[in-house]
T-cell receptor
Framework: DSGVTQTPKHLITATGQRVTLRCSPR?????VYWYQQSLDQGLQFLIQ???????AKGNILERFSAQQFPDLHSELNLSSLELGDSALYFC?????????????FGPGTRLTVL | DAKTTQPNSMESNEEEPVHLPCNHS???????IHWYRQLPSQGPEYVIH???SNVNNRMASLAIAEDRKSSTLILHRATLRDAAVYYC???????????FGQGTELSVKP
């Protein structure tokens, strides 16, 4: 158990819909990262938040947005869903600003868009 | 971001050592070498990291070439639980994100 929790575990929805994925980082971790894992693209970094502020952005679509709340949990919002958005979405957290801090990954949310 | 090259797959026998290679010829002086692995149906997990010197921890050892253009993750005694995809990642001194490549799928035979 990494200490990172993600809800829901599975999500099935239809094209055009909007969903919210939730992540609770390990206690004390200030950074939250979101990754997408699909069969064709592999594991891809989407976005990072540090103590409520956006820190880095990766290959995140404009239809996707994220935020980190004062209690440090984070939400990833996916809208106007397409079939190609079906994937595993992982959240990871890490401690302060140290560059070598390992990232602890949650169990993921499997999103299926029908 | 500097790239890494790993074999797509490797096979090992249980209780034997495994050497997983990684090439990173364009590594910069500020890049740390990280290894993560992803067990089936789980999120990735940290294995080890290093900058220049060889490193050991309870999970594995990391051997880094003198010119830092390659490294090897060493599992001293593979177990069935070590069957996973192993990712070699270069992480810049300023960057928190992890850029995953294709990784090496390790299978362990009993």
């Amino acid at each position: 158990d990494s200490g990172v929790t993600q809800t829901p575990k599975h999500l099935i929805t239809a094209t055009g819909q909007r969903v919210t994925l939730r992540c609770s980082p390990r206690s004390g971790d200030l950074s939250v990262y979101w990754y997408q894992q699909s069969l064709d693209q592999g594991l891809q970094f989407l976005i990072q938040y540090y103590n409520g502020e956006e820190r880095a952005k990766g290959n995140i679509l404009e239809r996707f947005s994220a935020q980190q709340f004062p209690d440090l949990h984070s939400e990833l919002n996916l809208s106007s869903l397409e079939l190609g958005d079906s994937a595993l979405y992982f959240c990871a957290s890490s401690g302060g600003g140290q560059i070598y801090n390992e990232q602890f990954f949650g169990p993921g949310t499997r999103l299926t868009v029908l | 971001d500097a790239k890494t090259t790993q074999p797509n797959s490797m096979e090992s026998n249980e209780e034997e050592p495994v050497h997983l290679p990684c090439n990173h010829s364009t590594i910069s002086g500020t890049d740390y070498i990280h290894w993560y692995r992803q067990l089936p149906s789980q999120g990735p997990e940290y294995v080890i990291h290093g900058l220049t010197s060889n490193v050991n921890n309870r999970m594995a050892s990391l051997a880094i070439a003198e010119d830092r253009k390659s490294s090897t993750l060493i599992l001293h005694r593979a177990t069935l639980r070590d069957a996973a995809v192993y990712y070699c990642i270069l992480r810049d001194v300023g960057g928190g994100k992890l850029i995953f490549g294709q990784g090496t799928e390790l299978s362990v035979k009993p």
